[in-house]
């Protein structure tokens, strides 16, 4: 191994979607895009599962859980989806068809075989995520083996080899510290060669101290990226790119809203209150870990890669004309309220609801109580509504005590975002007129500390008409 004496000092970690993996076009398109940052960089690039592959894992699980008829034809058409790319991008008379081709028939089996155990154990989440890990790890082996067979040389690794999280299985969270070890000590060597052009790197998934695999959920390709970068900054000068079919984040969402703009500019801050609040361009936990260590993230558009048209994300709150940057909305939610003349005389009800809704993985969108303490009122997403409604009718506390209990349906929550509500006084009342003034019922408020955003609960109906107008009174008439 040949090790260079002056390394290269920037690094860029490159997120690619599943629809960026989907054929013959898309895999050219790639290309093009590493070929131009390969002259400036070294790069690592973090890949999802071809576009559906994991709603098809998904469906081999549950098929599987079940009478498992089915699970044969999923494997087939699971078989066949890849071996359609490999046939696509990479010459038949190459080595890398060969080890595609291999690699894949290898996954396939160990697959079937999962499925014919599932029904002889229980049923769990731990077993789901090994599933689930199969697509990102197939499309990341033929992404390499695509590269290595154009000429570029590429190390293919198993993102459960250097990435350490705790055992919450379908949400795991990463060990950071434990992480940065492995990234380095296994990558570190690698970046330093010049016997590897690229590193890739499974998306999505890692693996417990005991070697267990877990997912990190939605967005979790993009977390990949962001905890490599993370782990790698303190010896490069990181940055990061997420190449999305969108050009980056909007100011309002383009489905219910009839003007929006892109957010060029934008802080961390800023960014994962986007994020929470209904846009799902990026998680919010993939911000956070770009935040700790200040490492730019670029979202762009991965079919227009030379546009300016893009979202830069920094540390730095820049501050224009616009005091509210953005208005973002979760449109379907469920909303909450517990109600009680005693809960003022019956201390740590808040910490028991929140310790009942935790223990049961209930995530809370957001939390208003009244300054009589007598109610509190939550939002949490419309699919878990049935189950908090279980939990709390038989609790031992809330089930058996002086509760009332009600569960609205039929409520969208909307946020009105911007770091300059810090240092403007008045935001909120005016927000509160133009909605009365337009006949529109605020049901609840909640607003953070930071007063980067005010979150406003209506009815369901006045979801599209709320983000409009707001919109045109604070965005689009500056």
Not at 86 to 109: A, H, M, P, V
Not at 364 to 378: A, C, D, M, R, V
């Amino acid at each position: 191994m040949t090790i260079l004496t002056n390394e290269k000092s920037t690094l860029v970690v490159m997120k690619f979607g599943g629809s960026c993996l989907q054929d013959a076009r898309s895999f050219e398109q790639t290309t093009k895009i590493i070929k131009k940052y390969l002259k400036e960089s070294k790069l690592i690039i973090i890949t999802s599962a071809i576009k559906g592959i994991t709603d098809q894992l998904i469906d081999f699980y549950n098929k599987s859980c079940s009478e498992g008829s089915e699970c044969k034809y999923i494997v087939e058409d699971l078989y066949n989806s890849h071996e359609k790319v490999i046939d696509q991008i990479i010459d038949k008379n190459k080595i890398e068809y060969k080890n595609s081709i291999e690699f894949l028939q290898k996954n396939i089996d160990e697959l079937t075989q999962l499925g014919r155990v599932i029904r002889l154990i229980r049923p769990s989440m731990d077993v789901l995520d090994i599933i689930l890990s199969y697509g990102e790890k197939l499309s990341t082996f033929i992404v390499a083996q695509f590269l290595n067979s154009i000429g570029y040389a590429s190390e293919f690794i198993s993102s459960d080899e250097i990435i350490l999280t705790d055992d919450n299985f379908g949400k795991a969270l990463p060990l950071l510290d434990e992480t940065e070890l492995l990234i380095n000590k296994r990558i570190g060597p690698i970046l330093k060669t010049k016997d590897f052009d690229i590193v890739c790197i499974t998306g999505f998934y890692g693996s417990t101290k005991d070697k267990k695999i877990t997912t990190f959920g939605r967005g979790g390709t993009d977390l990949t990226a962001a905890i490599l970068a993370y782990c790698l900054q303190p010896n490069y000068d990181c940055k990061v790119i997420y190449w999305k079919d969108v050009k980056g984040f909007l100011n309002a969402d383009p489905r219910i809203a009839e003007k929006t703009a892109l957010l060029k500019n934008i802080s961390y801050i800023e960014a994962k209150e986007l994020a929470f609040f209904g846009s799902k361009v990026l998680h919010p936990l993939c911000l956070d870990v770009n935040e700790k260590r200040e490492i730019p993230s670029e979202i762009r558009d991965f079919y227009n890669p030379e546009s300016e048209d893009y979202t830069l994300i920094t540390k730095n709150v820049v501050q224009d004309k616009k005091i509210i940057k953005a208005i973002t909305s979760i449109k379907r939610l469920s909303m909450v309220t517990i109600e009680s003349g005693t809960m003022v005389s019956l201390p740590g009800t808040a910490s028991k609801l929140f310790s009942l809704l935790g223990e049961n993985n209930i995530n809370i969108k957001f939390i208003s109580q009244s300054s009589s303490e007598n109610n509190i009122t939550f939002g949490i997403d419309i699919e878990d509504s049935m189950n908090v409604s279980a939990l709390l009718r038989h609790s031992e506390f809330f089930g058996k005590q002086w509760f009332r209990i009600k569960i609205d349906n039929d409520i969208s929550l909307i946020a009105v975002i911007g770091a300059g509500m810090l240092h403007t006084p008045g935001i909120a009342g005016k927000v509160f007129t133009i909605l009365g003034n337009n006949k529109i019922n605020v049901r609840a408020i909640a607003q953070g500390s930071s007063e980067l955003n005010i979150t406003i609960i209506i009815e369901r109906k006045d979801c599209k008409k709320a983000i409009n107008t707001l919109y045109d009174a604070f965005i689009n008439n500056r």
